[in-house]
C-alpha cells in the first residue's frame, strides 16, 4: 500500500491568482500522477510526473497552466495557475503499485478542493 | 484509447438489499479492472479487482462479475449497509508494467437505513 499526504486539503482563491499542492508519499516511486475531478464527474489524469525529468501531460492539460515539480522520489506538486472559476475542483495526487495479479493498483491522497471565485 | 462507460450514475437501495454497478469497456486489450469506493471528503480507495482471465471474484459481501467477450463488468454489493454509501468508480487498464487507468464516470450509492 502507499500512505499520500495531500496539501491544502482545501482552498478559496480569487480568479488569475495561483495554488500550489503538495504531495508526500511515505515511501519512494518512480511516477506520480496528478488528476482532476471535477463536481460530480470522473477522475481525468492530468500529468504524470517522474523524477529528474519533465511531467508528460495528457490532452488538453498544458505546462503553463498546470506546472508540476518532482525534486525527490517521495514528493511532488502541482500548481493551477492563473485560476478562474472553471479551475474550481477536486485535484488528486495518486502512484501505483503493482497489484500482483498484473495490472497496477493506484493510491490516492485525500485530495485538495479547490474552489475560484 | 480507452473508453469505459458506467450505470447507474445514482442509486438507492434499501438497507440490507443488494446494489449492482455495471461498466462496459472499448479496448478488448484491457485486461485488468478494478473497483474503487470514494467516500466523502476521501480519496478512492480500491475495494475489489479482477483480471481478464478470471470471471468472477468474491470478497464478502462484495463481487465482481466479467464477461470479456461482452466487454463488461459488473460491481455487485450484498445485504447493504449505510457505509457503503460512497461513489464507486470502475476502471480498466492493461497489465504489465505503468499502464494509464482509465475510469469510468461513477456511480453514487446511497443505502437507506
Known amino acids: 500500500s502507499a500512505v499520500i499526504s495531500q496539501k491544502p486539503s482545501r482552498d478559496i482563491c480569487q480568479r488569475g491568482t495561483s495554488l500550489t499542492i503538495q504531495c508526500q508519499v511515505d515511501?519512494?516511486?518512480?511516477?506520480m500522477f496528478w488528476y482532476r475531478q471535477q463536481p460530480g464527474q470522473s477522475l481525468t489524469l492530468i500529468a504524470t510526473?517522474?523524477?529528474?525529468?519533465?511531467?508528460?501531460?495528457e490532452s488538453g492539460f498544458v505546462i503553463d497552466k498546470f506546472p508540476i515539480s518532482r525534486p525527490n522520489l517521495t514528493f511532488s506538486t502541482l500548481t493551477v495557475s492563473n485560476m478562474s472559476p472553471e479551475d474550481s475542483s477536486i485535484y488528486l495526487c495518486?502512484?501505483?503499485?503493482?497489484?500482483?495479479?498484473?495490472?497496477?493498483?493506484?493510491?490516492f491522497g485525500a485530495g485538495t478542493r479547490l474552489s475560484v471565485l | 484509447g480507452e473508453n469505459v462507460e458506467q450505470h447507474p450514475s445514482t442509486l438507492s437501495v434499501q438497507e440490507g438489499d443488494s446494489a449492482v454497478i455495471k461498466c462496459t469497456y472499448s479496448?478488448?486489450?484491457?485486461?485488468?479492472f478494478p473497483w474503487y469506493k470514494q467516500e466523502l471528503g476521501k480519496g478512492p480507495q480500491l475495494i475489489i479487482d479482477?483480471?481478464?482471465?478470471?470471471g468472477e471474484k468474491k470478497d464478502q459481501r462484495i463481487a465482481v462479475t466479467l464477461n470479456k467477450t461482452a466487454k463488461h463488468f459488473s460491481l455487485h454489493i450484498t445485504e447493504t449497509q449505510p457505509e457503503d454509501s460512497a461513489v464507486y468508480f470502475c476502471?480498466?487498464?492493461?497489465?504489465?508494467?505503468?499502464?494509464?487507468?482509465?475510469f469510468g464516470t461513477g456511480t453514487k450509492l446511497q443505502v437507506i437505513p
Open positions: 495518486s502512484v501505483d503499485r503493482p497489484s500482483g495479479k498484473g495490472g497496477n493498483i493506484q493510491y
Open positions: 479496448d478488448s486489450a484491457s485486461n485488468y
Open positions: 510526473a517522474n523524477q529528474g525529468s519533465e511531467a508528460t501531460y
Open positions: 476502471a480498466a487498464s492493461k497489465a504489465g508494467g505503468y499502464q494509464k487507468v482509465t
Open positions: 515511501s519512494q516511486v518512480t511516477m
Open positions: 479482477i483480471r481478464s482471465n478470471v
